[in-house]
């Protein structure tokens, strides 16, 4: 259903943005605008849109299409923050089959900002937003860092 997929693409997002980033800070922003409605389509409906955006390493401009793609790897030290290179592909599979999408924006050196979009179409947005609250579990193990 919509909220399982919803929190699972957001887990991935959120979870990245936490793995890829060693200082500043990760912020998640959820609203949403209206679709204009065709004269001949349904009801008016609403585009949800999740942002989770990062200080972190970001991503090289030739590499923002790549990694939605299965088992890509871009940052160098990826095999070091662990993960299978596979969350990406699935959170965008996930998004499109619901009509919506995974885009990123990145700098850098200076961050990214992922945006899971999902179109509603008559849920009122409020309604969507009453998710459980996510729970995030940081772990932190200095005796592995080399
Ligand atoms: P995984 O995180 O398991 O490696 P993903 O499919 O979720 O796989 O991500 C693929 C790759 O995209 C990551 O290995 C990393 O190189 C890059 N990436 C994803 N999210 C971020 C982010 N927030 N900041 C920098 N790089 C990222």
């Known amino acids: 259903n919509t909220p399982s997929r919803l929190r699972q693409v957001a ?12 200082s ?6 959820i609203g949403g605008r209206p679709i204009i409605a065709s004269p001949h389509g349904p009801a008016p409906a609403w585009m949800l849109e ?11 401009e030739g590499e923002r299409d790549r990694i939605f793609e299965p088992f890509v790897q871009v940052t160098l030290d990826a095999p070091r923050r662990e993960g299978t290179g596979l969350g990406l592909a699935i959170s965008r599979s996930i ?3 619901m009509g919506g999408d995974v885009t990123v924006r990145s700098e850098l050196g200076r961050g990214s900002t992922f945006t899971l979009s999902l ?9 969507v937003v009453e998710l459980p609250p996510l729970r995030v579990l940081l772990v932190d193990d200095p005796a592995r860092a080399r």
């Open 11 to 22: 887990m991935n997002l959120i979870g990245n943005a936490v793995k890829f980033t060693d």
């Open 24 to 29: 500043g800070e990760v912020a998640v922003h």
């Open 50 to 60: 999740l942002s989770v955006r990062d200080t972190g390493l970001g991503i090289p």
């Open 95 to 97: 998004a499109r089959a």
């Open 119 to 127: 179109p509603l179409s008559i849920e009122p947005f409020e309604h």
